[in-house]
């Protein structure tokens, strides 16, 4: 039986334009609060979890900031998934005995990127050039379809409407609604505002049905958590172990085989899996989570994840939705933290983020947003290509 | 010679998409594989995939990297089973004309020349 494993300390920075602070600075501030809430220092850190997509620094350079102890680092880079699964190599770690206490860092500056497809396909070579695995004599983006996220998932999510073809731009925007609702309680988001369904649906449209408000926001910010083991927890303080929160499951996994997923992302069977494997490792179902942080990276996205994690009956994510049930005051809240729409979305800190909103309510520490008596939470995360890691926590009963 | 823009269309006799399909277990995708992702085979034979199909699911891309023309419509196609990415063309990119279930059937398009004067040709899907 490997070790019971527990989130110690975790730490959000504010999302948003941090225009003060480099990518270094922004994950030290993560860092040295996820220690400070933790109780300990670098000191105490056996192992290192880092992920920065776009910022082209290390766990070792921000060792060299917040303490060079000589502890490895595992640098991981897994699309949006990066800092769940820099997380997930922490647990991992401690898990199989070799640490007994680790942290994990995941930061970006994204503040202005931009469709980050790249914003230029250049202007090619002076002649026809067949490259790469499909002989390509061209960037195919616009020409075989997208590679743009938001008409990716757009796709993915006019595909529900396989199973019930209420699925369109409106509902998609309600979605929005209560994403850009939920956040005005979250003074961490990048965007606070609530806005109507007709603010959101007049936006200008970035790929149909996901005008701009619909999308993912590009931010900076960074989180960080430290991991402790069980054994290890219970020879800390009462104070540590009422705060502490515990790690139920966690699953990353990889997007199987289907004949679709060649062509197509697929981030439906990859989260159906982790789901199953994490309701399976928790000893949890549905009906026991009192919120959920999923990857709403566009809103079409939140739909269809309502199905792929099991939150609503196969097929029944719209009459979900319309029951009201994932809002706030519902019956299984979803994105109370505003999610990726208006909390924003720095890449490789998004993992560790929707793990940290979840912890905080289970500790009973999250102020005007928090869910009264949340017990347990899940946090899922997709990275396009695709991975996958799902997270329950549960509430210290320690 | 005219030069396809992807190795996998296949402009004679009539244009049309080339899938590799696994021997051992039958799987298709396109492109070059070093093993098949479902049963691990490494023995493929060419497999001419149907030109006509259906649309599963679409976008209207409106913004996108700078010098792709927008709007247009990208789309995941059912060609007789097979899952195929590709635009749809020849229709205005609305909402109110695209929609999931129709017929559609490969076309191909001159994408202009090059500066030896060869001709690339792209594909798309047209409405029936």
Same mark, same amino acid.
């Given at each position: 039986m490997s070790e019971n494993v527990w989130i110690l300390g975790i730490h959000m920075t504010p999302f948003g334009k941090r225009a003060d602070k480099d990518v270094l600075d922004l994950a030290a501030e993560?860092?040295?609060? =996820?220690?400070?809430?933790?109780?300990?220092?670098?000191?105490?850190?056996?192992?290192?979890?880092?992920?920065?997509?776009?910022?082209?620094?290390?766990?070792? @350079?921000?060792?060299?900031?917040? $303490?060079?102890?000589?502890?490895?680092?595992?640098?991981?880079?897994?699309?949006?998934?990066t800092g769940s699964?820099?997380?997930? =190599?922490?647990?991992?770690?401690?898990?199989?005995?070799?640490?007994?206490?680790?942290?994990?860092?995941?930061?970006?500056?994204?503040?202005?990127?931009?469709?980050?497809?790249?914003?230029?396909?250049?202007?090619?070579?002076?002649?026809?050039?067949?490259? $790469?695995?499909?002989?390509?004599?061209?960037?195919?983006?616009?020409?075989? $379809?997208? @590679?743009?996220?938001? $008409?990716?998932?757009?796709?993915?999510?006019?595909?529900?409407?396989?199973?019930?073809?209420?699925?369109?731009?409106?509902?998609?925007?309600?979605?929005?609604?209560?994403?850009?609702?939920?956040?005005?309680?979250?003074?961490?988001?990048?965007?606070?505002?609530?806005?109507?369904?007709?603010?959101?649906?007049?936006?200008?449209?970035?790929?149909?049905?996901?005008?701009?408000?619909?999308?993912?926001?590009?931010?900076?910010?960074?989180?960080?958590?430290?991991?402790?083991?069980?054994?290890?927890?219970?020879?800390?303080?009462?104070?540590?172990?009422?705060?502490?929160?515990?790690?139920?499951?966690?699953?990353?996994?990889?997007?199987?085989?289907?004949?679709?997923?060649?062509?197509?992302?697929?981030?439906?069977?990859?989260?159906?899996?982790?789901?199953?494997?994490?309701?399976?490792?928790?000893?949890?179902?549905?009906?026991?989570?009192?919120?959920?942080?999923?990857?709403?990276?566009? =809103?079409?996205?939140?739909?269809?994840?309502?199905d792929n994690l099991g939150l609503c009956e196969p097929g029944g994510a719209i009459d979900f939705f319309n029951s009201g049930a994932t809002w706030r005051d519902g019956k299984l809240p979803v994105n109370v933290s505003g999610g990726l729409q208006s909390k924003g979305h720095p890449i490789a800190a998004t993992g560790i983020a929707n793990i940290w909103e979840v912890a905080t309510h289970l500790r009973g520490e999250a102020g005007p947003r928090q869910i009264q008596g949340a017990k347990a939470g899940m946090a899922h995360v997709i990275g396009l290509g695709s991975s996958c890691t799902v997270h329950i926590l549960e509430k210290s009963g320690l | 010679m005219p030069i396809p823009i992807v190795n996998y269309l296949a402009l004679e006799p009539q244009p049309h998409l080339v899938a590799q399909e696994c021997t051992a277990c039958k799987s298709k995708f396109f492109g070059r594989h070093n093993a098949c992702p479902k049963c691990f085979g490494e023995t493929f034979a060419e497999f001419d995939v149907p030109a006509t199909g259906v649309l599963k699911t679409f976008t209207i891309v409106h913004h996108d990297a700078k010098g792709v023309p927008v709007p247009y419509c990208a789309a995941i196609i059912d060609c007789g089973g097979m899952t195929v990415s590709g635009n749809i063309i020849g229709v205005d990119p609305d909402p109110e004309i695209i929609t999931r279930g129709m017929q559609v059937q490969l076309k191909t398009y001159s994408l202009g020349t090059d500066a030896e004067g060869v001709e690339a040709i792209g594909f798309g899907f047209e409405p029936v």
């Open positions: 993560a860092a040295l609060a =996820a220690l400070k809430d933790a109780g300990v220092t670098m000191k105490d850190m056996q192992v290192m979890g880092y992920g920065n997509l776009r910022g082209g620094t290390s766990g070792q @350079s921000l060792q060299k900031q917040i $303490g060079q102890t000589g502890i490895p680092s595992f640098n991981v880079s897994n699309a949006c998934a699964t820099a997380m997930r =190599a922490v647990i991992m770690a401690i898990k199989a005995g070799e640490a007994d206490m680790g942290i994990a860092v995941g930061v970006e500056k994204l503040y202005g990127a931009g469709l980050l497809t790249g914003n230029s396909v250049g202007s090619g070579p002076e002649t026809w050039t067949p490259t $790469g695995r499909n002989g390509a004599i061209k960037n195919l983006d616009g020409y075989i $379809g997208t @590679s743009g996220m938001a $008409g990716l998932f757009a796709q993915i999510g006019m595909a529900y409407n396989d199973s019930d073809p209420r699925a369109d731009f409106e509902l998609f925007a309600r979605i929005s609604e209560k994403s850009h609702s939920h956040s005005t309680l979250n003074p961490n988001a990048a965007y606070q505002n609530k806005m109507s369904l007709e603010q959101i649906m007049n936006d200008p449209m970035i790929a149909y049905p996901h005008t701009r408000s619909m999308c993912s926001a590009n931010c900076d910010g960074a989180a960080a958590s430290v991991i402790v083991s069980e054994t290890k927890l219970r020879t800390l303080s009462l104070e540590q172990q009422r705060r502490a929160v515990k790690i139920s499951a966690s699953i990353l996994a990889s997007d199987p085989w289907t004949e679709a997923s060649q062509e197509f992302p697929d981030v439906s069977t990859v989260t159906r899996n982790a789901s199953v494997a994490a309701y399976e490792q928790a000893g949890l179902g549905p009906d026991d989570l009192d919120l959920v942080e999923l990857h709403d990276c566009f =809103a079409a996205a939140e739909l269809v994840h309502y | -």
